[in-house]
């Protein structure tokens, strides 16, 4: 059965079994990771599982800032194996292993929530995968929109980003009609959307929002408005992205500092 090991006594015992020349070598040994995989929940809750590789000499891994709670290791047959702490959780040390070694926890206080809109500013050195809730398809790392489609997360190494995401974001559906025909533009935010108008002959796509920086993705048949497209909050002119042109349609996103009137200007109609 597992033990949790007071950190102090499994150093005497590395000191006891190693001489002192190569202690702080079989202490400080950076573990070499297989995989890192955080799972993140609809209601915010994340557990993190850390996959190391066998080694002869005990290895540390550094967890995660945040909450640490919950901490086990198994190895690949799933039998538990001793766990010795270091620190206040800031990381675990592995004794030698022929086999992988699963190191899994729960993190908490590590994403905000504002509006609907989740956030993590996140930052680990290893290449980590993250697995986002089911009802995400579309998510925001260093304000960079990236739609998954089928998949279900994302990878990323050396990790510095801010992560963002909506859960259950509304989606709008508004209908213009031009030259006898109907159009169906969408738009998806936390943000209240009013006023959509599209006007023909200024080439200009626009709508009210009600909210300080909320994501705002709208989906643009080429056949209505063509690309490139230039995007403002009332007079000024802001940053968009473009997600997706799939040859019938584009996906553009944004996100404005305050509240106001959003106008996409395109090239032709």
């Not at 989906?219 to 992205?241: A, G, M, Q, R, T």
Request: charged share 20%; aromatic share 10%.
């Amino acid at each position: 059965m597992s033990k949790k090991i007071i950190v102090i006594i499994t150093i005497l015992m590395v000191f006891t079994i190693f001489p002192a020349s190569n202690a702080q070598l079989s202490l400080g040994a950076e573990a070499d990771q297989k995989s890192i995989e955080v799972e993140i929940s609809s209601s915010g809750e994340v557990n993190v599982k850390h996959v190391v590789k066998p080694s002869n000499f005990p290895v540390s891994v550094d967890l995660f800032d945040g909450t640490v709670s919950d901490i086990s290791i198994t190895n690949e047959s799933g039998d538990e194996r001793d766990l010795a702490v270091v620190g206040d959780n800031d990381a675990v040390l592995i004794f030698p292993s022929n086999q992988n070694s699963i190191v899994e926890y729960n993190l908490d206080n590590v994403l905000s929530q504002k509006d609907n809109l989740w956030t993590w500013d996140f930052s680990y050195l290893e290449t980590t995968s993250f697995i986002m809730p089911e009802e995400v398809d579309l998510l925001f790392v260093n304000g960079t929109p990236i739609f998954l489609g089928e998949k279900n997360g994302i990878g990323c190494h050396g990790c510095k980003i801010v992560l963002e995401y909506s859960i259950n974001v509304l989606k709008n559906i508004n209908q213009v009609n031009w030259e006898d025909k109907e159009f169906l533009v969408e738009t998806r935010t936390s943000s209240e959307i009013k006023s959509f108008n599209f006007n023909q002959p200024t080439k200009k796509i626009s709508f009210k929002v009600n909210d300080n920086y909320q994501f705002v993705t709208i989906i643009i048949p080429l056949e209505l408005l063509w690309e490139p497209y230039s995007v403002f909050l009332d007079d000024d002119k802001i940053l968009k992205h473009e997600i997706i042109n799939n040859g019938t349609h584009v996906w553009l996103s944004m996100k404005p500092e305050t509240s106001g009137e959003i106008t996409i200007i395109g090239t032709t109609v």
